[in-house]
């Protein structure tokens, strides 16, 4: 059974950073890419980046990029976003997902969701 279980979420001053943890079960990070999304209040689920089979990575929301970072622990089966800078807009649920062999920014392309996370960012 494939499961993915998010942890690391809180609340976090502007500017400051957060590193969220995906912990997986039933399946080799080798063989599925991986995928971090957010959903805000009052807004569409959107993807944020990935990180594929091969560990190479790809961000797909533009305001992220230089500040977010995705890597994986393959021993521990675990995979992590690092969160830096952060902006009151990023305040959301975050999601990581199993996409199968390859990245996408779609949420209907996810084969199986963890349960998220909340990210607030307020001073």
């Known amino acids: 059974q494939l499961q993915l279980v998010e942890s690391g979420g809180g609340l976090v001053q502007p500017g400051g950073s957060l590193r969220l943890s995906c912990a997986t079960s039933?399946?080799?990070?080798?063989?599925?890419?991986i995928g971090w999304f957010r959903q805000a209040p009052g807004k569409e689920r959107e993807g944020v980046s990935c990180?594929?089979?091969?560990?190479?990575?790809?961000n797909y929301a533009d305001s992220v990029k230089g500040r977010f970072a995705v890597f994986r622990d393959i021993a521990k089966r675990t995979v992590y976003l690092q969160m830096n800078s952060l902006k009151p807009e990023d305040e959301a649920v975050y999601y990581c997902?199993?996409?199968?062999?390859?990245?996408?920014?779609?949420?209907?392309?996810?084969?199986?969701w963890g349960q998220g996370t909340l990210v607030t960012v307020a001073s």
């Open positions: 997902a199993a996409l199968g062999p390859y990245c996408s920014g779609e949420p209907s392309s996810v084969r199986v």
């Open positions: 039933g399946f080799r990070l080798e063989y599925y890419a």
């Open positions: 990180i594929r089979t091969s560990g190479n990575t790809i």
